[in-house]
């Protein structure tokens, strides 16, 4: 019996590619890795967070991009029209990692994630809605919110003939109510692109995506750019998809390279009904975060 959160098998695709300081060489390797990655029979293909540019609040200003009004004109935002291209290319569901993006309305930058469909339409606009500003004495500060503003939506995306996928960006991982609304309304799986680091990554980001995925019974998947020790930022790499047992059914090391997974919406079936929280939750005794006033992405 097909299920009803993910209609039919889909084969999921993480690119794990290095992003540097050349924004146009960054974009031609995304659609490298993502046209191999359809090659493969990739329906949906995930790139990492800041992927057109280094990650760094010192690089945000000068690599962001204008959005609105959208779509874009070409000038404003060359990644947008890439990722357009590169997901009608691939004839494939694109969730674009993300963008510094700038906007002069506001005079605000944001982390942006874009996902477009297989005919190249821009299906979701996500914008961190957590901004990572950590400080471990002696090991790492960073502060996205020198630059950067939040987003305030949860983000669903429906795929037709799929499902609905929830969309959120990297430190966010670390809010199970995120994950939670997403996945009690409706989601198969939750995605994110991100880029831990070499302090917080192994202790945290397998145990984390591993969490959510237990706590919701759904697929989550990690998309992170492959390290670069000549970078300021020393990305955790580790892409890796959780299945809704919470087992890791695919992995990478740090270095570039594609992860794939087949996820399959009797999986999810099979897990809740062994274990069956979504009927022994108690309402009546603390409340549904996926209730109430809640602000979604459109
Ligand atoms: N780019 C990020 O949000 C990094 C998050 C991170 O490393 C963490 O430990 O959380």
Known sequence: ????????????????????ADKPANLQRARTQVLEASKA?????????????????????????TLLPSPPSREDSPSFHALSTIAKEAN?????????????????????????????DLLATHRKVHLFDINIPGKITFKESEVLSPGNKVTIVDLP?????????????????????????????????GAFNTTTGPLHWELLA????????????????????DASYHAWGHSLVADPNAEVIAEIDEKEGIVY??????????IRKGIPIYKHRRFDVYPDVSEGDIKYEE
């Open 92 to 120: 494939a569901f694109l969730v674009g990692g993300s963008i510094p993006e700038y906007s002069p309305a506001t005079k605000k930058y944001f982390n942006t994630s874009l996902t477009f469909s297989p005919s190249g």
């Open 210 to 229: 591993r969490a959510r995925a237990v706590d919701n019974q759904v697929y989550v998947a990690l998309c992170s750019p492959a390290r670069d020790m």
């Open 161 to 193: 003939e799929y499902g609905k996928i929830g969309i959120a960006i990297c430190y966010e991982l670390r809010f199970p109510e995120l994950a939670m609304i997403a996945a009690r309304k409706g989601c198969f799986a939750l995605i994110y692109p």
């Open 261 to 270: 997974a087949e996820l399959n919406g009797e999986r999810i079936d099979e």
């Open 1 to 20: 019996m097909a299920s009803d959160l993910l209609k039919k098998p889909l084969k999921l695709a993480l690119v794990q590619m290095a992003a540097g």
């Open 41 to 65: 029979g990739a329906k949906l293909i995930v790139i990492p967070e800041c992927f057109n540019s280094p990650y760094g609040t010192q690089y945000f200003p000068k690599y962001a991009e």
